[in-house]
């Protein structure tokens, strides 16, 4: 299994530029999210799908749209980038909710991220 | 909302023992998680405590008190390898919230 695979691994982009970050899950999980990293700010929730057709703001949703038009895909775009996104981008998946963990459920399983410049 | 606070930095030698520490505050709150990350790599998951008390694996521990909104992992016969950054995390209605993270330094 691939896991989660999120491309492309790098990318610099001018202001006002727009692009898609792809994510992409083999593990038929539901749950899928996205997160930016930042030094010394951890990482903090951007948006979140609960299942395909189904999104929501995370804590930080502001310049950044989603859609899940299937249970595998999760992308991100970006409409017009500022050097304010200029960040580590973690996609991540798991079975349901991962904020209560069972054994009909699992943690949250992340991408090898996307290293976003704006310039 | 929720907020988590952790330490940022700790320092210690090879075989050592070290606590870190996670206090939180959120509504509705199910458990407290850890994850790992090394420099450079993605976050991986390390614990997680639904209920008080200790659960341990292999040589790293993760603690939770509930009324002190609360939690510790802790890492023993430290390794080289164990050089990282450590997250808690706790979450309601789907968003998972983590702490800035906690660099552990390793030093022979």
């Known amino acids: 299994n691939a896991g989660v695979t999120q491309t492309p691994k790098f990318q610099v982009l001018k202001t006002g530029q727009s692009m898609t970050l792809q994510c992409a899950q083999d593990m038929n999980h539901e749950y899928m999210s996205w997160y930016r990293q930042d030094p010394g700010m951890g990482l903090r929730l951007i948006h979140y799908s609960v299942g395909a057709g189904i999104t929501d703001q995370g804590e930080v949703p502001n310049g950044y749209n989603v859609s899940r038009s299937t249970t595998e895909d999760f992308p991100l775009r970006l409409l017009s980038a500022a050097p304010s996104q200029t960040s580590v981008y973690f996609c991540a998946s798991s079975y349901s909710y991962p904020g209560r963990l069972s054994s009909y459920n699992s943690p949250l399983h992340f991408g090898n991220g996307t290293r976003l410049t704006v310039t | 909302g929720q907020s988590l606070e952790q330490p940022s930095e700790v320092t210690a030698v090879e075989g050592a ?70 997250f808690c995390a706790v979450g309601n209605d789907y968003k998972l919230s983590f702490g800035a993270g906690t660099t552990v330094t390793v030093r022979a």
């Open chain 2, 17 to 86: 023992i070290v606590q870190i520490n996670c206090t939180y505050q959120t509504s509705g709150f199910y458990g407290l998680s850890w994850y790992q990350q090394h420099d450079g790599g993605a976050p991986t998951f390390l614990s997680y405590n639904g209920l008080d008390g200790l659960e341990e694996t292999g040589r790293f521990s993760s603690f939770l008190s509930r009324s002190d909104s609360y939690g510790y992992l802790l890492l023993q016969e430290l390794q080289m390898k164990d050089s990282a950054s450590y």
